[in-house]
């Protein structure tokens, strides 16, 4: 069964940076698109971006609640995926996901349709 483990999250200053990571486990995800998302207490989740397990780039950030101050990264080899942000705000605390589905990155920004995730990660940002 494969599952993928967030890692990262931590108390952090508004305009910090922070580094993500999405262990995968238990399997292969190739072919597959690793989905980042996350969910602030009382909201509801919130698509962050997308990036395909594959041999080609292929990610996707859609109408992302950070687009423009994340980037999506990944490492076959070490079966990580990565999701980097920048000039955090108090707004992106939240718990923070990663899932996988099988097919394309392109379009895919809706959490029910993803097949495989696991633990999140707590990132809090202080003012």
């Known amino acids: 069964q494969v599952q993928l483990v967030a890692s990262g999250g931590r108390l952090v200053q508004a305009g910090d940076s922070l580094r993500l990571s999405c262990l995968v486990s238990g399997g292969t995800i190739y072919g597959y698109a690793l989905g980042w998302f996350r969910q602030a207490p009382g909201k509801e989740r919130e698509f962050l971006g997308a990036?395909?397990?594959?041999?080609?780039?292929?990610?996707?950030y859609g109408d992302s609640a950070v687009k423009g101050r994340v980037s999506l990264s990944r490492d076959n080899a070490q079966n990580m995926a990565y999701l980097q942000m920048n000039s955090l705000r108090p707004e992106d605390t939240a718990d923070y996901y990663c899932a996988a589905k099988y097919g394309h990155a392109n379009g895919a920004d809706e959490w029910d349709d993803y097949e495989y995730g696991g633990q999140g990660t707590q990132v809090i940002v202080s003012s």
């Open positions: 990036i395909r397990w594959s041999d080609e780039e292929e990610t996707y």
